[in-house]
């Protein structure tokens, strides 16, 4: 939501101002120079990009609009899940939860949580490394090294898709030069039309380099950022879940591992202590 606020306030801005001066708006539709650097820019994040990161890509860019981002609350569910199923597996033994880690949509835990069960990637990357601690074979520390390795994984898979929105975002000027360039070469082929003639064209290549500098700092430079943002986030969110799973491997109660990990938590979503006690007191309730 605060994305499409955003752009509505840089187009608005740019409106507004173009108004205030009295802009011919009519000057500005040069669907030429739109078709230019749009195109030109789509094709030169084809060229330098596989096609796995171009449908990141798109992801990414439909997830930046999406409401659907990691909130406190989210927080506090994920740490009370893990918090009853480490209880369950303190009480009735570790092999106990085996069911709930093989099926987690069918746990009467893990199900709770929906943001954690509609994840595909975060519910495999929780099983998946509880499947290896129930094996009962692997040590706390070399655990956390194969947790580390597919975290880096995660990381070297996505950031190419930030970076590519980056690149595509610091093209756009100049395209917008070449779409110009363009218009001007247009231009002096029909220098012999008139003054008037002359500066309409003039003024149409000239919106090629002002699309293509809004473009850029207005709008897909700022996507790029948030991408990369979002990347972070979620980076943080399969951190919390690592230091879990290894606070309780490491032989810590469930509540001591929750808390380990709630401090793992970015400031702006971590629920206090209390928060959290709270919250898991209330519904075992």
Same mark, same amino acid.
């Given at each position: %939501?605060?994305?499409?606020?955003?752009?509505?306030?840089?187009?608005?801005?740019?409106?507004?101002?173009?108004?205030?001066?009295?802009?011919?708006?009519? =000057?500005?539709?040069?669907?030429?120079?739109?078709?230019?650097?749009? &195109?030109?820019? =789509? &094709?030169?994040?084809?060229?330098?990009?596989?096609?796995?990161?171009?449908?990141?890509?798109?992801?990414?860019?439909?997830?930046?609009?999406?409401? !659907?981002?990691?909130? $406190?609350?989210?927080?506090?569910?994920?740490? $009370?899940?893990?918090? !009853?199923?480490?209880?369950?597996?303190?009480?009735?033994?570790?092999?106990?939860?085996?069911?709930?880690?093989?099926?987690?949509?069918?746990?009467?835990?893990?199900?709770?949580?929906?943001?954690?069960? @509609?994840?595909?990637?975060?519910?495999?990357?929780?099983? @998946?490394?509880?499947?290896?601690?129930?094996?009962?074979? *692997?040590?706390?520390?070399?655990?956390?090294?194969?947790? !580390?390795?597919?975290?880096?994984?995660?990381?070297?898979?996505?950031?190419?898709?930030?970076?590519?929105?980056?690149?595509?975002?610091?093209?756009?000027?100049?395209?917008?030069?070449?779409?110009?360039?363009?218009?001007?070469?247009?231009?002096?082929?029909?220098?012999?039309?008139?003054?008037?003639? *002359?500066?309409?064209?003039?003024?149409?290549?000239?919106? &090629?380099?002002?699309? &293509?500098?809004?473009?850029?700092?207005?709008? *897909?430079?700022?996507?790029?950022? $948030?991408?990369?943002?979002? %990347?972070?986030?979620?980076?943080?969110?399969?951190?919390?879940?690592?230091?879990?799973?290894?606070?309780?491997?490491?032989?810590?109660?469930?509540?001591?591992?929750?808390?380990?990990? #709630? #401090?793992?938590?970015?400031? !702006?979503?971590?629920?206090?202590?209390?928060?959290?006690?709270?919250? %898991? #007191?209330?519904?075992?309730?």
């Amino acid at each position: %939501m605060l994305v499409i606020i955003g752009l509505v306030v840089v187009m608005g801005s740019v409106v507004a101002g173009y108004t205030m001066a009295h802009g011919n708006f009519a =000057v500005l539709l040069q669907w030429a120079e739109f078709v230019t650097i749009i &195109g030109a820019a =789509v &094709g030169s994040l084809i060229v330098g990009s596989p096609i796995e990161v171009i449908k990141k890509v798109i992801t990414a860019l439909l997830g930046t609009i999406k409401s !659907d981002h990691l909130h $406190k609350q989210d927080y506090l569910d994920i740490l $009370k899940s893990f918090n !009853d199923l480490f209880l369950a597996a303190q009480r009735d033994g570790l092999l106990s939860i085996e069911a709930h880690i093989e099926k987690p949509k069918e746990s009467s835990i893990l199900s709770r949580n929906k943001k954690f069960i @509609d994840n595909e990637y975060v519910t495999n990357y929780f099983c @998946d490394t509880m499947k290896i601690l129930l094996t009962g074979s *692997v040590p706390p520390h070399e655990l956390e090294n194969i947790i !580390d390795t597919e975290i880096e994984s995660f990381e070297m898979e996505n950031k190419p898709v930030g970076a590519a929105v980056s690149k595509m975002g610091d093209a756009l000027p100049g395209l917008g030069i070449v779409a110009a360039v363009l218009g001007i070469i247009i231009t002096m082929s029909s220098i012999d039309k008139g003054a008037a003639y *002359v500066g309409l064209h003039v003024a149409a290549a000239l919106v &090629g380099t002002f699309l &293509g500098v809004l473009l850029s700092y207005g709008i *897909v430079g700022p996507l790029a950022a $948030k991408i990369e943002h979002d %990347m972070e986030v979620k980076v943080r969110f399969l951190m919390t879940i690592k230091a879990c799973i290894v606070a309780y491997a490491k032989g810590n109660p469930p509540i001591i591992a929750v808390e380990i990990a #709630r #401090r793992t938590i970015f400031s !702006d979503f971590r629920p206090s202590f209390s928060e959290l006690e709270n919250y %898991m #007191r209330t519904k075992k309730e």
